[in-house]
Each structure stands twice: as C-alpha cells, then as structure tokens.
C-alpha cells in the first residue's frame, strides 16, 4: 500500500510541479506534513543532497523520499511516479504540436503558465531561505532576535555569495566546488 502511496503522490507533484525542481518544494513541504514521512529538517537535507547530486532535483528528491519511505523498490517507485505525468504530457504535445503551435490560445496559455511557474519556484527559494537561516523555534523558546537567525548560516551564504560574485578570481569556478566545500564546512563545524 506504501508504495501505491508513493506512486500517486510523485504523480501529483510530478503533474502540478511546472518549472523544474525547485517548483517542487511546496508539494514535498505538504507532502511531509500530511503524511509524517520526514520532517521539515529531513526535507532540507534532502534539498541539500538532491541539489548536490547530478540529476533533476525533482527527481533527485523523488529517489530520495522514496528510498526513505521504502527502501530501493519505493525510491523507483517514487521515481516513477514524478516522471510518469511528463512522458503523459510530452507524448500528447508532440501528437498535436504541429497542428497547435501557432494557435493564439495554446501561445497565450504557454505564457499564462510561466508567471505560475515563476511564483512556484521563488516560493520554494523563499521556503529554503527560511529554513536554512532562519531558526523560528529557537525565536520562539528564547524569545531573543540573535536567536532568529541561523549565524553559521548567514556567514556562509554570505561567504559563497562574495565568493562568487564579488572575488573575481572565484568568481568563475566551478559551482560543484562551492556546493562540496560547503558540505565540508558544515561537516566540520557541525551545522
């Protein structure tokens, strides 16, 4: 039953999640919530490996959250289930592509998803930016504004971010080595 779960649940995000990986978050974030499979911290470690991983996100996260949930059967299961919807889509819109393509409300409609698309996809950025350097519980329990903030965060957001846009010399490397020498950051200073 988990994995017939798994299916339909990747189907629907894979379905509604228009503009990439990162369109995904909401529906993984509700995702979690509803069904207890990982809390909101699991998901950001999930974020952070699939972002880390060679691939789509959406399918990185997808694998991921099917192998936590059911081990190598759920993670292709999961998989499946988020690719199924665009093989469906992309079949039909190569069937009637040419006879379409110049009709003004298949243009017009094409254009209408791409605000959606966009908000979709800066609610997810937002969402991570909360959850990566914002500490509301701390807030909470403490009540104090040092607290509000994620330090060891912050300092290495702002690090990458001068790193890569201001120190011309780093400026041009690579992204893959920001992403590992992030991940050894925060391994050896225990974020």
Not at 92 to 107: C, G, M, T
Not at 153 to 164: D, E, H, R
Request: proline residues 4%; positive net charge.
């Amino acid at each position: 039953m988990i994995y017939l779960q798994l299916y339909w649940e990747f189907f629907k995000t894979g379905l509604f999640a228009v503009g990439g990986g990162m369109a995904t978050l909401p529906f993984l974030k509700e995702i979690g919530t509803r069904t207890g499979w990982y809390t909101a911290a699991m998901l950001a470690d999930m974020l952070a490996v699939s972002e880390s991983t060679p691939g789509p996100m959406g399918i990185n996260m997808a694998t991921y959250v099917g192998y936590t949930v059911g081990g190598v059967p759920g993670s292709v299961i999961a998989t499946l289930g988020e690719v199924t919807p665009s093989i469906i889509v992309i079949l039909i819109v190569a069937a009637f592509l040419k006879a379409f393509r110049s009709n003004r409300y298949v243009e017009a409609g094409f254009y209408g998803i791409r605000p959606a698309s966009t908000a979709l996809i800066a609610s997810a950025g937002i969402g991570v930016v909360l959850l990566c350097l914002v500490d509301l519980e701390a807030w909470r329990e403490t009540g104090s504004l040092a607290a509000l903030l994620n330090w060891k965060g912050l300092l290495l957001f702002a690090a990458v971010w001068a790193l890569t846009n201001v120190v011309k010399p780093t400026a041009k490397l690579h992204p893959i080595l920001f992403i590992a020498a992030s991940a050894v950051i925060g391994i050896v200073f225990g974020f």
